[in-house]
């Protein structure tokens, strides 16, 4: 639990938000994938992905993690050995379904579970595809809850036309697909976050994309590499809000990643009239990533749906304290997904926003919010979903009295340093 009281304290100076989760993850899998050694810098030694590491450690690969530093030695598809243990994933969906995918394509036995909100997140969205392409695969309520065992190995390509805008999913077929026979393919209706394909190609494979379709061909083996991870957007998100709503404040935000499948937030912000700009543009590894200014602003309410759905998913539930304080309604939809995420992000916010007197109310596929209100301090809850603990911390910038937070040991899960970036920020 955690009792704030920030109200309007400015937010001044620079910082460099931690290492990207999506690219992270990948970065550790994919190393653990390829041939040779491969070293990671920036790496986000949050608990998601410190889930992955144990599981390719319960898998054989020697990873040697130092902070933000790792090592992963590869011995390519045939070096993953059959784990003795049950592979925990945590709270982490990106372990789970890129793993599955990864575990379809080998010839061994694997058992996978995860915490209690793990339990309740859909898995057949995997599970089904990844059947079809030949993998044997059972698990709770035929396979759409862990815990899940998978047989994998045999597979044939597919063209799977997803329902929805995944990259979990998307990733998942395609590195089944890897070691499939044949071409694997991948359509989405909106194209969603890219970092597996651009991480293969660092790693030397052969990927298609074209628009929101993607494809691989199967037999294709990975040759390690060095990755830098650049900051985190979804992280630097809860910054740019901080800085545009308090008074008086002016930040920087160093080498955050601005790969234009996660730019959602940016676009909004400019959208709804920040002050915001970027500088500095460099790119390592096929990933873009540059120097955040946000200075507080003066804000207007807009419509957030359809294709800048997937690009700002994980930073709608800060998005919407946002618009809290924006001048006239803010409708989020089309973000059905919300539900399925680490908690039912539309219900969580909704209640909990709610309990510091804005005025917001939940829909069918998003939710609605009426700027200009000002909120009033109250005990909230994160329900042990780190993107609500972080929003709601933010929340007290504005909230006149204490914002007590419950349940923020989660905000580990992607942002450890989080409380310190906010100390760095306000001191005077
Ligand atoms: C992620 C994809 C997104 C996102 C999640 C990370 C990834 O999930 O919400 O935090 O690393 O591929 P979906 O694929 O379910 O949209």
């Known amino acids: 639990m955690k009792k704030l009281s920030l109200y309007h304290t400015p937010l001044n100076g620079t910082i ?50 130092s902070h933000e530093n790792v090592s992963v030695t590869g011995a390519g598809w045939n070096g993953i050995q059959e784990p003795k243990e049950v592979l925990d994933v945590g709270n982490s969906g990106t372990t789970a379904r890129l793993l599955l995918g990864i575990l379809a394509g080998l010839p061994n036995h694997s058992c996978l579970i995860g915490d209690e909100s793990i339990g309740r997140r859909p898995m057949r969205r995997v599970t089904e595809p ?110 740019l809000v901080a800085g545009a709503i308090t008074p008086e404040s002016n930040i920087t935000l160093k080498n955050v990643g601005i790969n234009p499948t ?10 709804m009239g920040a002050s915001i700009s970027i500088t500095n543009h460099q790119e390592k590894n096929f990933e873009p990533f540059a120097d955040l200014h946000i200075s507080t602003s003066n804000l207007k309410g807009i419509e ?36 399925v995420k680490e908690t039912n992000r539309i219900d969580t916010v909704v209640n909990e926003l709610s309990k510091l007197g804005a005025s917001i109310e939940a829909t069918e596929d998003g939710m609605i919010i009426h700027g200009g209100a000002t909120l009033s301090g109250n005990t909230v809850n994160s329900y042990g979903d780190h993107r609500i603990g972080m929003m709601l911390s933010i929340a007290s910038f504005i909230t006149e009295g204490i914002v007590e937070v419950e349940n923020t040991e989660a905000i580990a899960v992607s942002y450890p340093t989080f409380f310190d970036d906010i100390q760095s920020l306000t001191k005077r």
């Not at 931690?18 to 190393?31: E, L, N, Q, W, Y």
């Not at 996660?262 to 959208?271: H, K, P």
Request: with cysteine; glycine share 10%; hydrophobic share 40%.
């Open 16 to 65: 460099e938000v931690p290492g990207d989760k999506s690219i992270s993850h990948r970065a550790v899998m994919f190393g653990s994938l390829a041939n040779g050694v491969t070293q990671i810098e920036h790496f986000l030694p949050g608990e998601d992905c410190l889930s992955t590491i144990s599981c390719f450690r319960k898998m054989g690969i020697d990873i040697v993690q």
């Open 130 to 239: 990844l059947r079809e392409m030949g993998a044997k695969i059972d698990g709770r309520q035929d396979g759409q809850y862990t815990p899940i065992s998978i047989r994998g190995g045999g597979l044939k390509g597919m063209h799977y036309q997803s329902p929805i805008a995944s990259a979990q999913v998307k990733s998942a077929i395609l590195l089944a697909g890897l070691n499939g026979i044949g071409e694997t393919t991948v359509t989405e209706p909106h194209q969603s976050r890219d970092h597996t394909e651009r991480m293969l190609l660092a790693f030397g494979a052969v990927v298609e994309t074209n628009e929101n379709t993607v494809s691989v061909k199967g037999g294709q083996s990975l040759t390690a590499t060095s990755i830098y991870v650049p900051g985190d957007i979804s992280s630097a998100a809860f910054f």
């Open 262 to 271: 996660r730019t959602g937030v940016i676009d909004v912000l400019q959208q």
């Open 304 to 339: 957030i749906s359809g294709s800048l759905i997937p690009r700002l998913i994980d930073e709608i539930p800060i998005i919407a304290l946002l618009a809290t304080q924006a001048e006239g309604t803010t409708i989020i939809k089309d973000a059905s997904e919300l539900k």
